[in-house]
Each structure stands twice: as C-alpha cells, then as structure tokens.
C-alpha cells in the first residue's frame, strides 16, 4: 500500500518560514509528479505547487512565485520538499502531497491534478 506521509508543519510567525516534508516508504518518488495542496479554513483545497517526474520542471500557485519552492531529495529519492519563506497569515491551511500512483502519472497537469494517493495532511498556522 502506497502511503504518503507529511510533515514539517507548526505555528510559525509572520515572516517566518518552514520547509514541509513528504515521504513515501517502500518505492521511488523521483518517477512520478508531486502536487502539494493546502486547504485553509472554509474554503476549498488548491493546488499550491507541483514538481514533475519527468524533467523536475515546478510549476506554482500564481500568486506564491518567488515565497515557495518545491525540490526533490535527489540522493533518498523518496522526498519532496516545500520550503515556504515569507508566510502571512493567508499561509495558514492544512498542507497535503499528492500523487496519482495507478496512472503513474509523471508530468504535472497545467492546473489541478487527479490524485489517487494523498498523505494526511500536516497544520501550518501563521499568528503573531
């Protein structure tokens, strides 16, 4: 069974920063294409950021170009990374890694992207 799992997460202040782990056990991540989500409060879950399997090409939320940026673990292969710089408080949401696992989908859609696999999400909340 493929899990993803999440973490990295906490309260932080404005300004401040963290950098999000999502790890899977048991095979290669470096093939496939990675989305990260956030959800915030009341409102529906985005597509934050995605990082292709393919050629390693990224692809971000409009509006966080130049805040955030995904990688990949190049040597343990079963990590990607979202460090995120700057956070305000419209930071806050609940933060998830996503793959599509059955398609073996390795490039990112041009927006969204049909998921099959998620972790289980890690809280960022940004408060003075």
């Known amino acids: 069974q493929v899990q993803l799992v999440e973490s990295g997460g906490g309260l932080v202040q404005p300004g401040g920063s963290l950098k999000l782990s999502c790890e899977v056990s048991?095979?290669?991540?470096?093939?496939?294409?990675v989305g990260w989500f956030h959800q915030a409060p009341g409102k529906e879950r985005e597509r934050v950021s995605c990082i292709s399997g393919r050629d390693g090409s990224t692809y971000y939320k409009d509006s966080l170009k130049g805040r955030f940026t995904i990688s990949r673990d190049n040597a343990k292969k079963n990590t990607v990374y979202l460090q995120m710089n700057s956070l305000n408080t419209d930071d806050t949401a609940i933060y998830s890694c996503a793959m599509e696992f059955r398609a073996y989908r390795r490039t990112c859609p041009t927006s969204g992207f049909p998921a099959d696999t998620w972790g289980q999400g890690t809280q960022v909340t940004i408060s003075s």
């Open positions: 048991g095979f290669l991540l470096d093939a496939f294409a």
